[in-house]
């Protein structure tokens, strides 16, 4: 990846740049060991090599870019997003990857958003990072969430002041007439800190949807309690909402996708470095509940 960009950036004498994370994400068991703590230091300083003899501009946020809540940077910058621009035409792609081989083993999803206000959105998210301050942004969540061009089209930028984004949205869901939601997260939900407080509000709202009507189905790596919502567990690195139901007080049904980076985990709301997306257009929700159904749940479902 980083050569392919210092080929863009010889080839096509634009502007790119690139801000990178350090250190070790997630580990063979769920948390990094030292060896590979150092194997990530290795590879951060072999892709910076590469990129600065290049010539490409590169920033590393060895934590998260922005500080949080409590005005400290979290434990990482966890943000995966490319942001394209070519003439007029300006595209936001967002993605769950790491870009790394070992990464292509696990469920990833990846979209690409052609929004002019979607990309000015993140684009101003990204000259924060870059710049490691909020600036008019700072002090709430109030321009950390913002409509794009389309119909539907939201960014939620992070670390947040506030409560996570994902758990307004599924208040905000009603299953009068039936519906559907899906969640897929990587992370452990229901450890770590803050985690009580968390399994209260997701659980509790997931619970309460699937009495109300709602087919309810969860996916994470780890098998974890989520009262009577059916759950299955896998190798997966996504982080998806799937929502076929009214929404927002509306009589008809609307079919939202939730993707990015962003895991749920309150450690992840207020002190890491994320996106997640909002995309409301049918051909894309089907093609995210068909990899969900037919890609992930069946196949996670078969016996060994």
């Known amino acids: 990846m980083a050569r392919h960009l210092v080929r863009v950036q010889k080839k096509r004498r634009g502007d790119v740049r690139v801000i990178l994370g350090s250190g070790c ?14 194997q990530a230091r290795e590879n951060s300083r072999e892709i910076r090599r590469i990129l600065k003899n290049g010539k490409v501009p590169v920033r590393v946020c060895g934590k998260s870019c922005l500080v949080g809540r409590d005005g400290k940077r979290g434990k990482i910058m966890h943000a995966k997003f490319f942001l394209i621009q070519k003439g007029s035409d300006r595209k936001v792609v967002q993605t769950s990857t790491n870009f790394m081989d070992n990464q292509m083993r696990h469920a990833q999803d990846l979209i690409v958003v052609p929004d002019r206000g979607l990309f ?7 000259n924060r990072m870059w710049k490691r301050q ?21 960014g939620h930028a992070y670390p947040r002041v506030g ?13 009068a007439g039936k519906g559907r939601v899906r969640l897929i997260n990587s992370d452990p939900l229901l450890r770590g800190k803050g985690a009580s407080k968390r399994k209260y509000l997701l659980v509790s709202v997931l619970n309460r949807l699937r009495r ?3 087919d309810v189905r ?18 997966i690195h996504n982080k998806v909402l799937l929502v076929d139901a009214r929404f927002d007080g509306q009589q008809r049904k609307r079919q939202l996708v ?30 995210y509940v068909t990899y969900f159904d037919q890609n992930l749940w069946k196949k996670l479902g078969r016996k060994s």
């Not at 000015?120 to 990204?126: A, I, T």
């Not at 969860?218 to 009262?227: A, N, Q, Y």
């Open 25 to 38: 994400e997630t580990g063979s068991g769920g948390k990094c060991t030292r060896s590979e703590r150092a």
């Open 258 to 287: 939730f993707t990015g980076s962003h895991n749920l985990r309150s450690d992840a709301t207020r002190g890491t470095s994320d996106v997640m997306l909002r995309v409301e257009r049918p051909w894309v929700y089907r093609q």
């Open 120 to 126: 000015r959105f993140y684009e101003q998210y990204w």
């Open 218 to 235: 969860v996916i994470t790596k780890d098998r974890e309690p989520f009262g009577k919502v059916r759950t299955r567990n896998g190798v």
């Open 163 to 175: 409560r996570d984004p994902v758990i307004k949205v599924l208040n905000q869901v009603n299953c």
């Open 134 to 154: 909020w600036g008019s942004w700072g002090g709430s969540d109030a321009r950390r969430s913002q409509f794009g061009s389309a119909n539907g089209t939201v």
């Open 212 to 214: 109300e009507g709602c």
